[in-house]
């Protein structure tokens, strides 16, 4: 079992920044490969970016390439979510959430834990 516990989040105003961590406990983080979801209200989770268990590789979403930047710290059980240039479009709860190694780190039913979520909320 994996425990995840996100914070961060808060309200911010269009082209600000947030910093959203999640920590994990349990089971080592650095065994799964890690990603952020969101939910808008009305609107299914989708899936915003991913981190190999290892670091090395990232992935995100085309709608936050560029602004945000997904990173872990295995050593500390801790991953970070940098928003920048934050839009109105970007206001939902963000998830944490974690699943063994392997592809389709975008498909939110790949991952086996998650977070009880985080609310962004951006002003225009």
């Known amino acids: 079992q994996v425990q995840l516990v996100e914070s961060g989040g808060g309200l911010v105003q269009a082209g600000g920044s947030l910093r959203l961590s999640c920590a994990a406990s349990?089971?080592?983080?650095?065994?799964?490969?890690m990603g952020w979801f969101r939910q808008a209200p009305g609107k299914e989770r989708e899936f915003v970016a991913a981190?190999?268990?290892?670091?090395?590789?990232?992935f995100y979403s085309d709608s936050v390439k560029g602004r945000f930047t997904i990173s872990r710290d295995n050593a500390k059980n801790t991953l970070y979510l940098q928003m920048n240039n934050l839009k109105p479009e970007d206001t939902a709860v963000y998830y944490c959430?974690?699943?063994?190694?392997?592809?389709?780190?975008?498909?939110?039913?790949?991952?086996?834990?998650w977070g009880q979520g985080t609310q962004v909320t951006v002003s225009s």
């Open positions: 959430a974690a699943k063994r190694p392997g592809p389709y780190y975008s498909d939110r039913r790949r991952y086996d834990y």
């Open positions: 349990g089971r080592t983080s650095s065994n799964y490969d």
């Open positions: 981190i190999r268990r290892t670091g090395i590789s990232t």
